[in-house]
């Protein structure tokens, strides 16, 4: 009968024939989300739709990767002579290091691979840039924008650039095929509320003195 071959089965494929609706739905989500993110991976080789536009989107990659935003800011930090742009650099530093440290914490515990379309030429790699999720590039785009948009006092037309770059920077993750778009989606809300810790965290001269004593 139907109710004792069910019960010869082992548990998990008992759970297989009987999927839950959260199970299903999930499934579902992924389903759409892998079939969407290749569809706008336009740029993801030179073959693509819209391959002639892909050395613009590296381009693009590297203005958002780790390393000139670190670098940029580490040197304008030697040379400011400003106690308060150094207070806002520092911090600024402090943030990149903290997202460099925790999106790589969160690749090394989810492992989802990066889309089977893109073509691993990025920018200056480490071990877990194999992997997908988070982006670290929207990540870092978000947390920059609100932190350049609270702590510098721009016109309107370059607060408006600020966020435009953030939104092209986290496109462009999709369009080149290096993430699909929940990398993406996350990344840019765990960027905007990482802005929340440091601010929570800010280093000054009163907090953290020895930090101030070395510049």
């Not at 548990?11 to 389903?31: R, V």
């Not at 040197?75 to 806002?88: F, I, K, P």
């Not at 999106?103 to 515990?109: F, L």
């Not at 691979?113 to 990540?139: C, E, L, Q, W």
Request: proline share 4%; with cysteine; net charge positive.
């Amino acid at each position: 009968s139907g109710s004792s071959a069910a019960q010869l089965l082992p548990e998990e494929d008992c759970m297989k024939l009987n999927p839950s609706f959260l199970g299903i739905a999930l499934s579902s989500l992924l389903a759409i989300d892998l079939w969407a993110s290749k569809r706008l991976g336009v740029c993801a080789g030179e073959n693509s739709a819209w391959g002639s536009a892909r050395p613009l989107m590296k381009v693009i990659e590297v203005s958002g990767h780790g390393i000139p935003w670190l670098f940029g800011t580490f040197c304008g930090l030697c040379q400011s002579n400003s106690s308060a742009a150094r207070e806002v650099l520092l911090n600024l530093l402090f943030a990149l290091l903290l997202d460099l440290v925790l999106v790589a914490v969160v690749k090394g515990i989810v492992k989802r691979r990066r889309p089977n379309h893109n073509k691993m030429d990025m920018f200056v790699t480490i071990s877990v840039d194999k992997y997908s999720f988070p982006s670290g590039h929207a990540t870092r785009a978000a947390l920059v924008c609100r932190f350049v948009l609270r702590h510098l006092v721009l016109a309107v037309p370059l607060r408006v650039l600020i966020v435009l770059w953030a939104l092209i920077v986290s496109v462009s993750r999709v369009m080149l095929g290096r993430h699909n778009m929940t990398d993406v989606l996350f990344g840019l809300l765990l960027g905007y509320s990482l802005y929340s810790v440091v601010e929570y965290c800010w280093l000054s001269p009163l907090s953290a003195p020895a930090l101030f004593a070395l510049w």
